[in-house]
């Protein structure tokens, strides 16, 4: 299994809306006590253990796909984990496949390995009146928002971690969707 979870590179990103995909695949190598290291003339960091690869683009989140390509085998179950403004802070979905609903970063990977992966999309609400959507998602949230957050991002990676483990996905779904 390949889990990518998209973000920005940089301290300036850290903590982020936008980054809620490179914070949960962080929670899952913490968690296996994996490391992170630079690959790909640093174009990616990447986590193994065992079966599992977890990667963090570092093209930015808008290029997210371009080194996806070189990263998956024919076979592979890819995971790809994202922030989605349609949904409020601290809930989760999941789903197989779909369009990237507007999401360039999603769009990115779409055109670098097609639509057919899964897509686990962390919410981190919709940007309040007069705030533009760049300014919102690459803001960090309230204290409010950031705990919920934090809590959906521990829920992600434990879906994540389920998944891995040989639960269906469509329990995985029936249970976080319902």
């Known amino acids: 299994m390949i889990v990518f979870g998209l973000g920005n590179p940089g301290a300036k990103y850290r903590g982020t809306r936008h980054n809620v995909g490179f914070d949960t695949v962080e929670r899952i190598a913490a968690q296996k006590e994996i490391k992170f290291r630079k690959r790909c003339f640093r174009l990616y960091k990447r986590a193994v253990s065992d079966s599992l690869v977890l990667i963090e683009p570092l093209t930015y989140m808008n290029a997210s796909g371009d080194i ?39 769009k990115s990977m779409i055109g670098a390995i097609g639509p057919d992966f899964i897509r686990l999309y962390i919410g981190i609400g919709r940007p309040d009146a007069g705030v533009s959507v760049p300014d919102h998602v690459l803001s960090r949230p309230s204290a409010v928002d950031r705990s919920l957050i934090d809590e959906a991002e521990a829920k992600a990676a434990d879906a994540i971690l389920r998944l891995y483990g040989g639960e269906s996905f469509e329990r995985i779904a029936q249970s976080i969707n319902s």
Not at 89 to 96: A, D, E, L, S, V
């Open 68 to 106: 996806a390509k070189e990263c998956i085998a024919p076979g592979d179950t890819v995971v790809v984990v994202v922030d989605q403004m349609d949904l409020p802070p601290g809930k989760i979905r999941i789903k197989r496949g779909g369009s990237s609903a507007g999401h360039n970063g999603l």
